[in-house]
Structures are given as structure tokens and as C-alpha cells.
């Protein structure tokens, strides 16, 4: 596996050394690339001895690699969990060479009229005792956020690795030809084939052309000159003969160099090893779509930098801040016991977590306290700088439960649902609030309040926060990808309300999708959603559903499978 990306140790760094070719470049890391943790700790210094202790078998199963009889490879490796790091440094403007594009934007509604929320100056006793707001389907819920979150905005950037994740605003065309001139495949002696296609024969070897910049000489039928692979193709030669299709014949005096060859090969035809120019990009064909994301697989980017594409039009990306509430909530990581009635702030890490996987930048708003003035200056703040804002807890019906009431009465803001239909995550709130920018226009930003349960903060980020970052960053069709897939087990239904059942979806040796529970589902139980990879929608109902039932999974993270391919 190592052998053709010629790897060694210098100090204690691993130097690899893959071909020029993007194709054989991709091939030869994605060979070794799970391999690589386990040559880094070796690297690094650590005793073989008992890195190797579990054996070959357990390093090729921990590096997730499939032993195969008689290819021994002695490639393991460790499951680091940070190997699949993200350039959260991307996104926003700043010194990014984004440069704001014209604002396009949704027409915002005027602040309510008539709050519906309470008014938190009567206190607990002049509280609604049933909540106002009107019980959304979670359609009709998806259907106001499409309809109240910005348009996306584009801007210019730079083709640099922060560019994955973004998604074009414009198609882009090649300007140049891949490859930009005739060049070799293989290895080998350029060639003028003759009418017959027989190259067979000793033929002089009348130049050489390496793959570096610079001239070459035109050949003639009956000369040969040595190439290597990529390099140009002397004018007027017509194919490549691999070097295994040749035998040395003779050396120059000095014995330095090749003067003939002889050619093995009878039936050659016109082109054969050789990439024409613009055979693998024509210049001026669009290479990528308006709408296309550029993902961190590879692919997209390359692209971009193979036909020397330096800046594109792509959409801005939100920044989302986060923000815990609650008197009770107390920084994750404080020392020492809690006292009764504290709980530690979980959602504020989990969300952040959430909203970096999708690539966003993230700005921590901390915790605040169950005052009106605390979260209504906070929220303030936060919007000078942030284009979302995420809190969790103070949706329910307590009299301290202030968001509502702050987002209408306060900041003159909308909101389009205060309630939804669904388990967990019933007090789901999505509102926009009018901020003037820095050029003193007001334009909306965008606030869900989630519920303050972890699993219900976590359940209703993917459904409802998930969709509004995706459409302001112009990713369509936005949201989750919703797939069929099987019941592994019975699962039993809520008389009432659809479920968002957290589950583990994997694929079996049959191809198929099967769902198992995380267990307990309690909307505190933020373990419910450990390990989960998809949330199942269960319909409402009495009857519950079977094992093998089919129904519809949102996908969150990436199905495994059983088995190691
Ligand atoms: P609330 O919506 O504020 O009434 O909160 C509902 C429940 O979620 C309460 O038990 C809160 O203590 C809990 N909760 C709220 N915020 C958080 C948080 N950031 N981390 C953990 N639990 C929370
Ligand atoms: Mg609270």
C-alpha cells in the first residue's frame, strides 16, 4: 500500500510523496490515508511494543481497514476522532476577500401589533394559562421559515480551502484546457507512427522531454524521444510507447545517454497515450453549477484550481450565535458539585457543536439569566454581530419563560410560531426581528428559541434551525435528507403527536436501511441522541409500528454499515 506513494521518516515527521496526477493523488492517499494516524503515532515516538499489542488484525479493525489473505498490508491506524478536522475559520467576511454583494431580502413583516405573549410586569398570576399561539403542523412550521428567512446574499472569495462547504451564486467556466498542451500518459519514447501502425524497429532517440516548462523539438517518422509522464509531446509525434515496450539498444559514447532503442511494439495507433489538449476540460465549458456546494471531499475545489479559477461568486454564509437562558443553568465545566436545583449548560456546546458540523461560524453568546432586561440587551448585542441566533430554554409557559415576550414587546420583532405539533420540541419558536445594519437599513434577522431539553434543542435544531441556515446560504434543497428505511425492532407511537424518534440507521449486507431505537426518548435525555445518526418520523397514533415497517428517516450523520467494505 505504501509502495507507490514513497513514504519515509525524517525526525519525527512522515513524508509521503504522491504521484503528480490528481487521479493517481487521490488514489494513492485514499490507499494509505487510514494507515496514516498509526504512522504518525510511530512517528511520534511512541513504543510499537505496545502500539502493537493487540495484533494486526485488531490495528486493521480499530483503523477500519479489511485484512485481505495474502495481501498483508501492515496498515492499521486509530480512530482519531479529530482527524476529520473542518477549517471553522471560513464563513463570514472578515478579511476573508468577501466582498458584500447587493442585499437581497424577504420583505419583513412590521413588529406585531398585538403581542401575544405576556406581559411579564403582571407576573405569574395574569399569565395565559394556555399558550396563544397557534399549534403548527411541523409542515406549516417549515413551510414560515421558508417564507421569513432571508434571501441568501452573495459576495466574492477566494478559491482557498475555506471555500468548502460555501455554494456557488454563478456558474463557472474553465479559461483554460486541461491539459494545456499535448501531453504523455506513460512513460516512454513519443513517436511518428507510420500508415502501417507498425513501430517495430531501432529507431534513434533524438531528444528528451521531461515534464517541466520550456520547448520541444518537433520529431520525424523515424526518430524517437524520450518522455516522461505528463511532460509535452514534441510537435509532430503521434503516439507514446511505454518504456516496458522498448529494449536499449545502444549508449552514446560517453555511455551517458540512450542513442537507440528498439521498439517492440507491431500494431500502434494514432494518440494512443497521449492526453489531448482540453481532453479532460475544454476551455470555456462551465466545470461547475450555480447552486453546487464545494464539499471537502475534493472533487469541487480541484476543479476550481486545475482550470486556475482564483475567485468566485458564492452565497454569504450565516454566523450563528448561541445562547443558554436560565437561572439555573451553570457553565458546563464549573468545578465543584451543584447546588439543588443547577444544572449544567448542555445545549450551548451541543448546538455549537451542530452548527460547526455544518461549517458555520459559530459566536458562544454564554447563558443568560431569566430577567427581561438581561436577555433583551443580550439579544442586541448578539445581533451587531450575528446573523442567527439560537437560544435555548425559555419557551415553555413559566411565568419566567421570557423569550417571547422579549422578542414582541421588546424588539418589536414577529414571531411565526410560538407551538408545534411534535415530540419532542412542542414550544419550537421562530421569529424575525428588524436590525438596522451598518448602512442603517433595517433588514431581518432570524431567532429560534428552542425548547430547553437538551434532546428537544438538539432534535429541533436539525429540523427547523438546520433548513433556515442552508436557505440563507443558498444549499437547495435545504434541510435534512429524508430516506425510507426499515424498523429494526417494534417501535410504539405517541397517541397525539408525531415523534422525531432519535435512532441508528445502519446498512446491512442486503443494502437495506435499518433503524434502531437510542432507547429512552425523554426530551431530557440527551444521551437519547448518542450515537443516533437519524431522526425517525413516526406518525401519531395508538397501534404502534412493527418490526420491518418502512418509514421515513432524516439523516443527521453518516450510516455505517455492519460490515467493512
Ligand atoms: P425551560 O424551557 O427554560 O423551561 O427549560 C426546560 C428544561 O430544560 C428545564 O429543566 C431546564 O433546566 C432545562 N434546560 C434549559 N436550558 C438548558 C441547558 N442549556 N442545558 C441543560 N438543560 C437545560
Ligand atoms: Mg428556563
Known amino acids: 500500500m505504501m509502495s507507490r506513494p ?24 485514499q490507499a494509505i ?25 485488531k ?19 486509530h480512530d482519531h476522532s479529530h482527524t476529520h478536522g473542518h477549517d471553522h475559520s471560513h464563513g463570514h467576511g472578515h478579511g476573508h476577500g468577501h466582498g458584500h454583494g447587493h442585499r437581497n431580502l424577504v420583505r419583513h413583516t412590521a413588529p406585531s401589533a398585538n403581542p401575544m405573549s405576556n406581559d411579564p410586569s403582571l407576573g405569574p398570576s395574569r399569565r395565559n394559562r394556555e399558550s396563544p399561539y397557534p ?32 455554494v456557488l451564486a454563478e456558474d463557472v467556466a474553465a479559461q483554460e484546457n486541461v491539459p494545456a498542451f499535448r501531453a504523455s500518459i506513460v512513460d516512454g519514447y513519443a513517436v511518428v507512427v507510420p500508415k502501417d501502425g507498425n513501430m517495430k524497429g531501432v529507431f534513434p532517440v533524438v531528444s528528451v522531454s521531461h515534464a517541466a516548462p520550456g520547448e520541444a523539438k518537433p520529431l520525424k517518422e523515424g526518430e524517437i524521444a524520450r518522455i516522461t509522464t505528463g511532460a509535452p509531446l514534441p510537435p509532430g509525434a ?51 453549477r450555480k447552486g453546487e456546494q464545494i464539499s471537502a471531499v475534493g472533487g469541487e475545489i480541484g476543479m476550481l484550481a486545475s482550470v486556475g479559477a482564483a475567485e468566485v461568486k458564492t452565497y454569504l454564509q450565516p454566523t450563528v450565535g448561541i445562547l443558554s437562558t436560565g437561572d439555573e443553568i451553570v457553565p458546563h465545566d464549573r468545578p465543584g458539585d451543584l447546588r439543588l436545583g443547577e444544572v449544567r449548560d448542555t445545549n450551548r456546546l451541543a448546538l455549537m457543536s451542530a452548527v460547526m458540523e455544518q461549517g458555520y461560524d459559530v459566536i458562544d453568546l454564554g447563558i443568560a439569566a431569566d430577567k427581561s432586561g438581561t436577555l433583551e440587551q443580550t439579544l442586541r448585542d448578539a445581533f451587531s ?29 414577529t414571531i411565526h410560531f410560538g407551538r408545534v405539533a411534535m415530540k419532542p420540541g412542542k414550544p419550537t419558536t421562530f421569529a424575525t426581528v428588524p436590525v438596522k445594519d451598518s448602512a442603517g437599513e433595517r433588514v431581518p434577522k432570524v431567532i429560534f428559541g428552542l425548547p430547553g431539553n437538551p434532546a428537544s434543542a438538539l432534535v429541533t435544531f436539525h429540523l427547523f434551525v438546520l433548513p433556515a441556515l442552508h436557505q440563507m446560504a443558498g444549499i437547495e434543497p435545504a434541510g435534512l435528507t429524508k430516506a425510507p428505511v426499515l424498523l429494526g425492532h417494534d417501535f410504539s407511537l405517541d397517541k397525539s403527536r408525531p415523534e422525531y424518534h432519535r435512532a441508528i440507521v445502519t446498512v446491512n449486507s442486503d443494502g437495506q436501511l435499518v433503524a434502531t431505537s437510542t432507547g429512552v426518548q425523554r426530551s431530557s435525555r440527551v444521551g437519547s441522541l448518542k450515537g443516533a445518526n437519524c431522526l425517525l418520523c413516526l406518525p401519531s397514533g395508538t397501534e404502534g409500528l412493527k418490526k420491518g415497517a418502512k418509514v421515513d428517516a432524516l439523516f443527521m450523520g453518516q450510516v455505517r454499515s455492519e460490515f467493512r467494505l
Not at 403542523?137 to 414560515?144: E, G, R, T
Not at 515496450?245 to 555511455?255: A, P, R
Request: with cysteine; charged share 25%; glycine share 10%.
Open 238 to 288: 503521434t503516439s507514446v510507447i511505454m518504456v516496458e515496450d522498448t529494449v536499449l539498444k545502444t549508449l552514446t559514447e560517453d555511455g551517458k545517454e540512450e542513442k537507440e532503442v528498439e521498439i517492440l511494439a507491431d500494431n500502434v495507433s494514432e494518440g494512443e497515450n497521449i492526453r489531448e489538449v482540453g481532453s479532460d476540460i475544454k476551455a470555456g465549458s462551465i466545470v461547475l
Open 59 to 77: 490495528l486493521e479493525a480499530d483503523a477500519g481497514i479489511a485484512s485481505s489473505a495474502g495481501n498483508h498490508t501492515h496498515a492499521h491506524g
Open 6 to 29: 514513497v513514504a519515509g521518516v525524517r525526525n519525527k515527521t512522515v513524508i509521503v510523496t504522491l504521484p503528480g496526477s490528481p487521479k493517481g493523488a487521490k488514489e494513492n492517499l
Open 385 to 413: 454581530s450575528v446573523d442567527v441566533v439560537i437560544t435555548s430554554g425559555g419557551v415553555s409557559m413559566g411565568e419566567l419563560d421570557l423569550l417571547k415576550p422579549t422578542i414582541e414587546r421588546a424588539l418589536g420583532g
Open 135 to 166: 399549534m403548527l403542523s411541523v409542515d406549516d412550521a417549515l413551510q414560515k421559515i421558508r417564507e421569513n428567512v432571508p434571501c441568501p446574499q452573495t459576495c466574492t472569495s477566494k478559491v482557498r480551502i475555506s471555500l468548502c462547504g460555501q
Open 33 to 57: 490515508i487510514k494507515t496514516l494516524p498509526h504512522a504518525c503515532l510511530q512517528a511520534a515516538g511512541m513504543d510499537s511494543r505496545t502500539l502493537h499489542a493487540g495484533g494486526v488484525k
